[in-house]
C-alpha cells in the first residue's frame, strides 16, 4: 500500500460486484435501521456500528469473506477496524450507499 492508497476512497460500486462473485460472503450495512429500512444493497444484512460487537454471535465463520459499508464510508471503516479487532481476516470496506449507481432495495 502506497501513500496515496490512504486517500482513496473506496469504490462500493466495485466492492458490490466483488461481493456478488463470491460463493460464501457477507454484505454488512452498518447504518442505523432506519436508515437500512429507508434503502440498502440487495443481500446486505444490518449490523449498526453501534452493535458491531455483537456480530460475533451472527458470524460463527472468522475467514468468511465480509464487505461492509455505510452511508459514506466513515462508519464502515471503523466498522472494519473493530471486526479485524475481534479476529476477522477477510474484511473489506466498499464505501457508501451514498455513491451506488444500481438499484436500491426498499
Known amino acids: 500500500m502506497g501513500l496515496f492508497d490512504l ?4 469504490d462500493i460500486n466495485e466492492g458490490f460486484r466483488e461481493f456478488r462473485k463470491q460463493k460464501r460472503a457477507m454484505l454488512i450495512d452498518v ?37 461492509v459499508y455505510c452511508l459514506s464510508g466513515s462508519r464502515s471503516r471503523k466498522a472494519v477496524s ?8 477477510n474484511v473489506k470496506n466498499i464505501g457508501g450507499i451514498e ?7 426498499r
Open 7 to 10: 486517500f482513496k476512497k473506496a
Open 31 to 67: 447504518r442505523d435501521r432506519d436508515e437500512y429500512a429507508a434503502g440498502h444493497l440487495q443481500g446486505a444484512r444490518n449490523i449498526p456500528l453501534g452493535s458491531i460487537d455483537k456480530a460475533t454471535s451472527a458470524i460463527q465463520d472468522r475467514e468468511m469473506p465480509l464487505y
Open 99 to 105: 455513491d451506488y449507481r444500481g438499484k436500491i432495495v
Open 82 to 89: 473493530a471486526l479485524q479487532k475481534a479476529g476477522y481476516k
